[in-house]
């Protein structure tokens, strides 16, 4: 199940664009494991430094308010968000699949059922970059407006191509579910559209039933 939606407003965009040019960047390996240090060629912000911390709040205060992103991820931990840059000599990262667990700094573990990728740089400022994800359909290229995030399965395939002109920063991070079984996730949010579909129409006994139904089954799949 692959995801997109709006998540960064415009002035948003704009203090995101501000901090990064601010910021500390390096070899983006160092974050990788071996397999994919292998495959990585990027840089990325220290994330550590002020301007990290204080990008990784704007995107998380986003993800609260957006609800297709509740909806899709039902997220129970949230990796912090990290900030990557493509270009010039740094600039592709091959097919890989991220690691399955990542470590908070007090040493809480976050499983990575979800992926997502914040497209910060608009599509028109730089050529290739497109985030290349394997599925059970085939491959999918994502390249999306600046502010637009794509959510997709932890373990997946993927890749970002070469970036042949101009430089591509994006956010990347996990999202822990309450939901682990990407199946279940994919049918409760197929359930969540149709509700809201039919609510346009007004509440009625039926909507008020497969509500009912919908948080049995987030009852009973969901661990919090």
């Known amino acids: ?35 994919a240090a292998l495959a990585k060629n990027n840089e990325q912000l220290a994330p550590q430094g002020d301007e990290a911390r204080a990008l990784g709040q704007i ?29 010039g000599q740094a600039n592709t990262y091959g097919p ?26 608009p599509p028109q400022d730089y050529e290739g970059g497109e985030l290349a994800i394997q599925g059970t359909d085939g491959e999918r290229s994502v390249k999306l407006p600046a502010g637009h995030a794509v959510l997709y399965p932890g373990t997946s395939v993927h890749a970002v191509r070469p970036v042949t002109r101009g ?17 279940q996730r994919k049918l409760l949010l197929e359930l969540d559209d149709a509700l809201v579909d039919l609510r346009m129409a007004g509440e009625t006994p039926a909507t008020v039933a497969l509500t009912g139904t919908y948080h049995n089954l987030l009852r009973m799949w969901a661990d919090t």
């Open 59 to 87: 995107v998380l205060q986003a993800l609260d308010r957006t609800p297709r992103f509740l909806a899709a991820a039902l997220p129970k931990r949230v990796f912090p968000p990290h900030f990557n840059r493509y270009g």
């Open 167 to 183: 430089h591509r920063l994006a956010c990347f991070f996990w999202i822990e579910s309450m939901v682990r079984s990407h199946e």
């Open 1 to 35: 199940m692959l995801v997109t939606f709006p998540l960064l407003d415009a002035e948003e965009l704009r203090c995101a664009h501000g901090l990064l040019a601010a910021g500390h960047w390096s070899d983006g390996r160092a974050s990788a494991g071996a397999q």
């Open 96 to 121: 890989h699949v991220d690691g399955a667990i990542r470590f908070l700094e007090n040493g809480t573990r976050v499983r990575t059922d979800l992926s997502c990728t914040v497209f910060l740089s």
